[in-house]
């Protein structure tokens, strides 16, 4: 897998030199140039084989081309590179390392660049999962699969402390669920930015409920959907028995436009978010939450 990476990265490189090749320059030229240049962000290399590959030397002379965009998207590749390199290199040299011995520090250096890996490999699936023409397809080329596996990793590691994808379950969990196949939403609203790094390690949390909206969270959007409707039912269940509905004129209904409702109100995401209201319309029956 390594290897194949490797070698996609150094053809990749090729073809953009070649597509540049010659005296006359063309946009079309260009173009494929552009292409070949910004693929390199969906191929899942590990810091070790970024150093090895001398990629980021055969990298770093596009930086100064004299086509804006071709110039801009390499600096945007070759500075994620290098904050890939800085973090795997990070805590073997700086001042933690006083406090923790060295082997025991390689070691949990190790474990996060596996982790980076991976979330790594997940969010580069996610180009050829998206087909051309899709509404999030530009969000998806312009995304930056290496820098969101940083921060992502960062985010767990500050949360969640150390841990080894063995041992750990938030860890294993997330790894697996980034890379299921059945599992493409999750890493697509990770990727463009719709689940915050912050959100993903504050999403498993400790108690069983809690659990149980972090797995519906990350299945797909078919499960979560099922999901909701069954949290949905149970909370209405609930509210039969202890609640008396409230009527307002606060809301107005979509179908038939009349101001005429009952609703409830349940807190059914963390404390901190604004209650989810349900609302029936008096006249048409039409449901809906806000
Ligand atoms: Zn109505």
Sequence with gaps: MERSAVKEVLGLLKKAEKAVAGKEITAEKESRCFDALSQLKYIPLTAETLVSSNAGKLLRPWRNYPNKKIRDLASTVYESWAKRLAAARKNQFLGEAKKTPTSALKS??????????????????????????????????????????????????????????????????????????????????????????????????????????????????????????????????????????????????????????TYYQLQTRSADEPMTSYITCVSCQNRWKS
């Design 108 to 261: 949990q250096e190790a474990n996060r660049e596996l982790i980076r890996g991976k979330l790594h490999q997940g969010l580069c699936m996610v180009l050829e999962e998206t087909e051309e023409g899709d509404i999030t397809r530009e969000l998806v080329e312009a995304s930056d699969p290496v820098g969101v596996a940083l921060r992502v990793e960062e985010a767990l590691f500050n949360n969640w402390g150390p841990g080894r994808l063995d041992n750990h379950w938030k860890y294993r969990s997330l790894c697996f669920n980034i890379k299921d196949p059945r599992n493409p939403d999750f890493r697509r609203k990770v990727l463009v930015g719709q689940v915050e790094p912050e959100r993903i390690a504050g999403l498993m949390g400790r108690t069983r409920l809690e659990m149980a909206r972090t797995r519906a969270e990350m299945a797909s959007n078919q499960l979560q959907a099922e999901y909701e409707r069954f949290e949905e039912i149970s909370d209405r269940r609930r509210l039969i028995a202890d609640t008396q509905k409230a009527t307002t004129d606060q809301f107005k209904c979509g179908k038939c436009g009349k101001r005429e409702t």
